[in-house]
């Protein structure tokens, strides 16, 4: 099974075949089955395949990044390269429509159940929402930063992300249901859609 | 001196006049002076006038609530009820900027200094802006909420909160400057016209 939506593969090293994605896996199962507040960094490590407390850290800086670190990283990376890449014609909205597009079709509809595990587990605790909310700042940042390089003036930058963004919560909010039978990005699409519409009609 | 920004000041049982607010401004000076995380519950409890541990606890559930907590519980409260009493006719935007000139309006010249020390503790320390982005959501929330109740639709409601709050926070942001000459009533709504303008302009 693939890592879901804040976690992503990422390179590792030859040496250490997928341990960052085995830890965030272990994480993520100790804190389905015991709560996150009750399993240690140790328990984590442990389940991972018998590693140690000591690699876990050369990963991940603490407990909560488990969950978040490697996912802000590489998205930031993708939205900023979607937006780089965007025809020079198009409109700061079209160009962070092509962004969330490019965001939204990492996510294969293998990886739902392992994303509704975690909605599941950040949606129980308050330290693990704030993070969450942290991340969405961060690649709003990362997306504003992008598009500014590409001229637009950093307000309007700023609202076209702010929308990009919140049509790709949505939208991720309904996919990582297990019931859901759409693919992210066509959910992801039609909020955008949805939510230009209404920020038109505001004025 | 009255207090600022996040901090406002509440109603105190009668047997302990300022408790609360003498422990906020307790807890930011020993942050100015010596740096949040070298701050414990207990030196702040007695900066506040020789008060215990167990009366700081009956007032925040930790250290970094104290420069929070107060401040959301009012200024949601401030948003709600400016947004219930617009006038009926108003569009959502025009409720969203009475509700977000009520909230500045608190903010009077002579609270700058405070939020100009309290802008510098919380941009050095990552703890405390991630909760001051969970207060910027818990507010958004709350006047989307009561929107909402005038029978705005969500979508449409969470827009236009959040250009109030958006241009809330630039404003505050500049008017915590102890070099500004501006009041944050103006500042907000200048700022409230730019965001404006630059998002009708995104189509």
């Known amino acids: 099974m693939l890592p879901s939506h ?4 990422v390179p590792v090293a030859r040496w250490e075949p997928n341990t960052k994605e085995r830890l965030v896996r272990a994480a993520l199962d100790l804190f389905t089955e015991q709560g996150y507040e009750a399993t240690t960094v140790a328990e984590i490590a442990e389940r991972a395949g018998g590693l140690s407390k ?4 050369r990963h991940f800086p603490d407990k909560r990044e488990v969950l978040f670190a490697a996912g802000q990283e590489v998205h930031s990376q993708i939205l900023a390269t979607a937006i780089a890449a965007a025809p020079e014609t198009a409109t700061p909205l079209q160009v962070v429509a092509l962004a969330v ?26 330290e ?12 709003a940042a990362a997306a504003t930063e992008a598009l500014q390089k590409r001229g637009v003036p950093e307000l309007t930058a700023s609202l076209a992300v702010e929308l990009g963004i919140r049509a790709f919560d949505r939208a991720f909010d309904q996919w990582a249901d297990p019931a859901c039978r759409q ?6 699409r039609r909020w955008l ?6 920020n038109a009609a505001l004025g």
Do not use: G
């Open 183 to 188: 693919s992210l990005a066509d959910l992801t």
């Open 128 to 139: 693990l929402q704030e993070r969450a909310a942290s991340k969405h700042l961060a690649l």
């Open 101 to 126: 597009d490019a965001l939204s079709a990492t996510f294969t509809d293998d990886r739902r159940e392992f994303a509704a595990r975690l909605r599941t587990v950040v949606a129980a605790q308050r």
């Open 6 to 9: 804040i976690i992503y593969p």
């Open 54 to 57: 000591m690699t876990f850290f």
């Open 193 to 198: 859609a949805e939510l230009q519409a209404a």
